[in-house]
């Protein structure tokens, strides 16, 4: 905030300073007199006085809105799936909730046990085929990360109006397929 005085131009002595004769009022201009710029404009003179107590800053930090924003977002999801753990869902309740596309798919597929390693128990790993057995071209069609055997089902479907036999496979952990058990083995001895 900046304060402005003006004086008279004859005057030598300014405020704090020894005056040795009585200023003469000057009369106000009818015009604006023009300010020199001012680093704030400044406040009228109808805000009431500061408080006593401090106040708190009014400009706070960008990151505090989206610190708690976080914080709110985090614990409402682990509320509603700490909720839905609660309530037991059986298989069945659970495949007649999935789209009909989904359904008709997994209808039309089949699970086969697979061992994946020596001394593991086996999977069940969900597979869409279509096509002749006899024929004397097959392809085997391996999804990426992200998909399944439902994003080829087209795919098998095209191949074996062509008579080919086309196999689309679950990856373990992907699909209607089992996911795998990572078994860590102790050993014993040296190293």
Request: glycine letters at 6%; hydrophobic letters at 30%; one cysteine or more.
């Amino acid at each position: 905030m900046a304060i402005i005085t003006e004086y008279d131009e004859d005057r030598i002595d300014r405020p704090g300073s020894p005056s040795k004769s009585k200023p003469k009022p000057k009369p106000k201009p009818k015009s604006r007199p023009k300010l020199e710029p001012q680093a704030e404009p400044p406040k009228p003179e109808s805000q009431h006085q500061p408080s006593s107590t401090p106040q708190k800053n009014q400009a706070s930090n960008p990151f505090t809105f989206w610190f708690y924003f976080t914080i709110t977002v985090s614990l409402v999801t682990l509320l509603f799936v700490s909720l839905s753990s609660f309530s037991p869902q059986d298989p069945k309740t659970w495949f007649l909730s999935l789209p009909s596309t989904l359904r008709t798919h997994y209808s039309n597929g089949r699970p086969i046990k697979v061992q994946i390693g020596p001394n593991e128990p086996a999977i069940e790993v969900f597979t869409y085929s279509k096509g002749s057995t006899k024929s004397s071209e097959n392809v085997l069609i391996v999804h990426g990360l992200g998909c399944s055997s439902f994003t080829f089902r087209k795919v098998v479907d095209d191949l074996a109006s062509k008579g080919v036999f086309a196999v689309a496979v679950d990856l373990p952990g992907s699909g209607f397929s089992d996911k795998t058990v990572v078994k860590e083995r102790e050993k014993v001895g040296g190293g």
